[in-house]
Structure formats: structure tokens, C-alpha cells
């Protein structure tokens, strides 16, 4: 049933390939994203003046992602919030709002309890979910299946990569109906998403590699990520899977904010993981990477081929495919995925079944 494989998570990383494909198909055109059936079309969205997106844990991350992309391609502002905090803050949402849920399971207690409060306020609730009939699905006005297939360990993995493509593709399509996004950044993403399959099989080719970081590595009690723009979300998301999988403690900030105070932590040997993906903001990481570098950190660069020179500045470096800085949010986390598993093996701890967590939350 793992397919050969050690752990379901590992399957499930290898399949993120096929996933992709599946969530990319038939939506994915020249001039923008189409999603079949779904009601949401230029009439309706012209009195829509409030986005909200709105899920719990991996998916929040995804909904992170999703309100960059919104903002960067459709020019539109985008709430993202945790659910939880969500349904208990009276939220400003009326009819001209469009909620939008993201969730694998579709059973998430407090995710379905945002779109019925918003539901009965008028809004129209848009699900991203990757489970068909599931209440969530049936409770939305629209529904967007992420096709990820079923997912078994509790660590959520190809589910995620499929739910920021379908952010991606919604930005996309949103950016079409409102007119923002100009139809060769459109043509320029969908092609950019188009080569994500194979990039995360790049990916997951480099595993010797991170296996052996692991191995040297896994006695670490903190683990430190840090990113700017859309590195910031794959950090946050990276952080979590380690948290979850290894029980290693770790934090993941915006690379800006160190100096308000997390830098305090650093000490001797802490290991930074300084996510670098983005050019526009390259050489601000690399200010960064010099500060934390200064406290004594160990520094694990990821940066796309053509900065393999940053080897100078940190301790080590893994160098993914050179891609468009749009899409990076998909294969690297694939790298990140990887470390957590490869520290979770090397600690002896039984990465599908973690301790304290459940698949899905269908209790508050
Ligand atoms: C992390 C993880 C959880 C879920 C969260 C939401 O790997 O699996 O953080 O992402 O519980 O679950 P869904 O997406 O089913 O609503």
C-alpha cells in the first residue's frame, strides 16, 4: 500500500509530480487559467469589494501564497487568516465578499464554520479542496478540486503543491476577469506552472544529498528558516513540517524582521536555512545571511542556478533549477519537504503517524 516505500509521506512526495499535472490539467492555458463549472465569472465578481482566504495549518500556507499572487498578478487586496481566529473575531464579511476556503480534508471543524458564518452574511464561499463530497465541498457555492488524490500520512505534502498551483491558476483567473494581468504574464505563469512537474522531480533527484545533511545534522534542537516575499511563505511552511515530523523546534521569519529580535537566538552552530529564490530581493538575503553569519550561525543557502557563488558567504549550498521567480513557491518546497523527512527518519521518529496529531480535525 506505501508502494515500496518506507512511509507514506515518502510516496506521496514522489507522486507530487502526477499531482501537479492532475491539478494543472485542462486548466491551465495560453491566456490564463479556466476552471470548468465554476459559477464565479466577471458579473459576479464586479460587486465583490473584500477577498478573504481563509484555512488552518499547510493550507493557511497555501492561502498565503494565494493573497501574494492575488495582489502581484489581479492588483487585488486579500485577507488571509487563520480559521480559528477567523470565526471567532466577527469578521467583516457581507455579500459583496468572496470567502475562500482551502482545505485537503474538507472536513476541518473551524474551516466549515467560517463559511457558514460567511455564508450567513451573504458571502460566496469558493473552496479549494482536494476531497470530492466532502462537507466542505458540499457546503461551498463553488468548488476547485486541487486532484492531489488521497493523501494518508499526516503531513501534508502533495495536497500543498497542488493547492498553491490552484492559487496560482485562481490569481490568474482573477487578474483575466478584472483586466490587471497582462495577457504575456499570464501566458509567462501558465508555462512557468506547466514546468513545475518536472522541477519537482528535479527535486526529489537531489535527496542523497539532503539525507546526508540529515544524517550529520539531526541532533539539532533549533532549526532557523528565513525568506523574503513569496520565500517567506515556503519557509513558514518548511518550519511547520520539520515541527510536525521531527519535533524539532523552529521558527520561520520574514528575513527583514531577525534584527527586531529572533536574532537574539541565534548562537553558535545554529542552523539557518535562508531561503533565496527571489532576485528582486537577493541581495537584502544576503545583508541577512551576513548578520546571522556574524552570531555564528551555519548557514544552508537554497538559491537558483547562477548564484552558486553565494558558496563564498554561507556553509552550504543547494542550488535548484534556474525558473521563473513566479513559481519557485512549488518546487522548493520540495526541498524543505525532504529535510524534514530525512531529520524525522535519522531521529527515529514514525513520520506518518506523529505524535499529538490527527489527519483531520474535525473537532475544534
Ligand atoms: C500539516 C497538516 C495540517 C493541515 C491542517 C488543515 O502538514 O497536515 O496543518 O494542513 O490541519 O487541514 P485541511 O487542509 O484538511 O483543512
Known amino acids: 500500500e506505501k508502494g515500496g516505500y518506507d512511509h507514506f509521506m515518502m510516496k506521496e512526495m514522489v507522486e507530487q509530480p502526477k499531482a501537479m499535472m492532475e491539478a494543472l490539467m485542462s486548466r491551465c492555458c495560453e491566456n490564463g487559467a479556466s476552471f470548468?463549472?465554476?459559477?464565479?465569472?466577471?458579473?459576479?465578481?464586479?460587486?465583490?469589494?473584500?477577498?478573504?482566504?481563509?484555512?488552518?495549518g499547510t493550507a493557511y500556507h497555501a492561502g498565503m501564497v494565494g493573497k501574494y499572487y492575488f495582489e502581484k498578478f489581479a492588483r487585488i487586496s486579500v485577507e488571509t487568516e487563520a480559521a480559528s481566529e477567523y470565526r471567532y473575531k466577527n469578521p467583516i464579511v457581507d455579500e459583496n465578499t468572496l470567502l475562500i476556503v482551502i482545505s485537503q480534508s474538507g472536513e476541518t471543524a473551524d474551516t466549515l464554520a467560517a463559511i457558514r458564518l460567511a455564508k450567513e452574511r451573504g458571502a460566496w464561499v469558493l473552496a479549494v479542496t482536494n476531497v470530492v463530497g466532502s462537507s466542505i465541498a458540499r457546503e461551498a457555492d463553488d468548488v476547485i478540486y486541487t486532484n492531489a488524490g488521497p493523501e494518508i500520512a499526516v503531513a501534508s505534502t502533495k495536497?500543498?503543491?497542488?493547492?498553491?498551483?490552484c492559487m496560482m491558476l485562481l490569481a490568474s483567473f482573477l487578474g483575466n476577469l478584472n483586466g490587471k494581468m497582462k495577457k504575456e504574464d499570464a501566458a509567462r505563469i501558465c508555462h512557468g506552472l506547466m514546468m513545475t512537474p518536472g522541477l519537482i522531480d528535479k527535486a526529489l533527484e537531489t535527496q542523497d544529498v539532503i539525507?546526508?545533511?540529515?544524517?550529520?545534522?539531526?541532533?539539532?534542537?533549533?532549526?532557523?528558516?528565513?525568506?523574503?516575499?513569496?520565500?517567506?511563505?515556503?519557509s513558514?511552511?518548511?518550519s511547520l513540517k520539520l515541527k510536525e515530523i521531527s519535533y524539532i523546534h523552529s521558527e520561520a521569519y520574514a528575513a527583514g524582521e531577525l534584527k527586531h529580535g529572533p536574532i537574539a537566538l541565534i548562537e553558535d552552530g545554529t542552523i539557518v536555512v535562508a531561503v533565496c529564490t527571489q532576485e528582486n530581493v537577493f541581495e537584502k538575503m544576503l545583508s541577512n545571511i551576513k548578520e546571522v553569519k556574524a552570531r555564528g550561525a551555519h548557514v544552508l543557502a537554497i538559491v537558483q542556478a547562477g548564484h552558486e557563488d553565494i558558496a563564498s558567504e554561507v556553509d552550504e549550498v543547494w542550488v535548484i533549477p534556474e525558473m521563473d521567480d513566479d513559481i519557485t513557491a512549488i518546487p522548493t518546497i520540495v526541498y524543505l519537504q525532504l529535510l524534514?523527512?530525512?531529520?524525522?527518519?535519522?531521529?527515529?521518529?514514525?513520520?506518518?503517524?506523529?505524535?499529538?496529531?490527527a489527519k483531520s480535525v474535525t473537532v475544534e
Open 159 to 165: 495536497a500543498y503543491v497542488t493547492q498553491v498551483g
Open 236 to 238: 513558514m511552511e518548511g
Open 340 to 357: 524534514a523527512y530525512y531529520l524525522a527518519v535519522a531521529r527515529g521518529c514514525d513520520v506518518d503517524k506523529p505524535k499529538n496529531l
Open 211 to 234: 539525507k546526508a545533511f540529515a544524517d550529520k545534522n539531526y541532533q539539532i534542537s533549533d532549526l532557523f528558516y528565513m525568506g523574503r516575499g513569496v520565500d517567506l511563505y515556503t
Open 36 to 56: 470548468a463549472g465554476l459559477k464565479l465569472n466577471a458579473e459576479m465578481m464586479k460587486k465583490i469589494n473584500r477577498i478573504q482566504i481563509v484555512a488552518c
